[in-house]
């Protein structure tokens, strides 16, 4: 006879109750960058409880909502939000803090357990250790940027036309004011997937991005574009009939000419973060 299989969200009571969570700050140098990574992590031995993402869905059709209406109530699209309930597109450990506590406002008075909402992002079911994302910063004289998951493709591209934030991610402030005199504000931060533009760029770097300069000023920078629909981290050159042409790095990928309109400049490579 076979024994009861605990659903998902009783896992996440039996782990939740009277264990609380606490917040470690961790500094780490990179080969070309101070990155300030602010992250929780859990106090003691805890048993593991699955991905978030199906966490997240558990929670949801507990309170009878549907992707899209959770989504409108979010006021996001709904391809955003299904993508955190995507373990293929959401592979982060937590969901963001910001996300996190919209979401308990909206499915708390649909029935789900506030504790458990707050557990997505790590948070302890009191809320007493919790700091917010913007004060860590502040104190470690930082700024935050937003991570996009779904990326720019270094590989074929990745459709961007509706891509989500999953995260703020702690950066120097010095280090930043290096790069560009630009705003934060304007500043975001991508993972690109591929190798096409090897050596230059490798699987998984970490690219800044300035959505300021978004004009071509000088021949064969390293930009973000998209083209066709996708999105790619390529370098640009104009040419003489007032066409582009879309390089890679990789010389096993051919040059593209992009004409008419068919290719828009999102923002310029400011710098690329890669660990070793």
């Given at each position: 006879?076979?024994?009861?299989?605990?659903?998902?969200?009783?896992?996440?009571?039996?782990?939740?109750?009277?264990?609380?969570?606490?917040?470690?700050?961790?500094?780490?140098?990179?080969?070309k960058s101070h990155i300030l990574c602010a992250r929780f992590s859990s106090q003691g031995h805890m048993p593991e409880l699955g991905p978030v993402t199906a966490r997240l869905k558990a929670l949801r059709e507990r309170t009878?909502?549907?992707?899209?209406?959770?989504?409108?109530?979010?006021?996001?699209?709904?391809?955003?939000?299904?993508?955190?309930?995507?373990?293929?597109?959401?592979?982060?450990?937590?969901?963001?803090?910001?996300?996190?506590?919209?979401?308990?406002?909206?499915?708390?008075?649909?029935?789900?357990?506030?504790?458990?909402?707050?557990?997505?992002?790590?948070?302890?079911?009191?809320?007493?250790?919790?700091?917010?994302?913007?004060?860590?910063?502040?104190?470690?004289?930082?700024?935050?940027?937003?991570?996009?998951?779904?990326?720019?493709?270094?590989?074929?591209?990745?459709?961007?036309?509706?891509?989500?934030?999953?995260?703020?991610?702690?950066?120097?402030?010095?280090?930043?004011?290096?790069?560009?005199?630009?705003?934060?504000?304007?500043?975001?931060?991508?993972?690109?997937?591929?190798?096409?533009?090897?050596?230059?760029?490798?699987?998984?770097?970490?690219?800044?991005?300035?959505?300021?300069?978004?004009?071509?000023?000088?021949?064969?920078?390293?930009?973000?574009?998209?083209?066709?629909?996708?999105?790619?981290?390529?370098?640009?050159?104009?040419?003489?009939?007032?066409?582009?042409?879309?390089?890679?790095?990789?010389?096993?990928?051919?040059?593209?000419?992009?004409?008419?309109?068919?290719?828009?400049?999102?923002?310029?490579?400011v710098a690329i973060v890669r660990r070793i």
């Amino acid at each position: 006879m076979l024994g009861h299989r605990p659903h998902p969200t009783e896992l996440v009571e039996k782990r939740l109750h009277g264990e609380g969570l606490c917040d470690n700050v961790v500094q780490k140098a990179t080969i070309k960058s101070h990155i300030l990574c602010a992250r929780f992590s859990s106090q003691g031995h805890m048993p593991e409880l699955g991905p978030v993402t199906a966490r997240l869905k558990a929670l949801r059709e507990r309170t009878g909502m549907t992707v899209r209406g959770l989504a409108e109530a979010l006021h996001m699209p709904a391809s955003s939000y299904a993508a955190y309930e995507d373990p293929k597109k959401f592979k982060k450990p937590l969901l963001p803090v910001p996300l996190t506590m919209k979401l308990a406002d909206i499915l708390v008075e649909k029935g789900a357990p506030r504790e458990l909402i707050l557990g997505l992002a790590g948070i302890s079911p009191s809320g007493d250790l919790m700091v917010e994302p913007a004060d860590l910063a502040e104190q470690l004289d930082a700024v935050l940027l937003d991570e996009v998951e779904v990326g720019y493709s270094m590989g074929g591209g990745s459709d961007i036309a509706d891509f989500p934030v999953i995260q703020q991610v702690p950066f120097s402030r010095a280090w930043l004011s290096s790069l560009t005199s630009s705003p934060a504000s304007s500043l975001f931060v991508a993972r690109g997937d591929g190798d096409s533009m090897m050596p230059t760029l490798l699987d998984q770097d970490i690219v800044i991005i300035d959505r300021s300069q978004n004009m071509m000023r000088q021949q064969d920078r390293i930009w973000a574009v998209v083209y066709g629909g996708f999105g790619m981290i390529k370098r640009l050159r104009a040419l003489p009939d007032g066409s582009v042409q879309i390089n890679s790095d990789n010389p096993a990928v051919s040059p593209i000419i992009a004409v008419d309109g068919e290719a828009f400049i999102v923002g310029r490579v400011v710098a690329i973060v890669r660990r070793i």
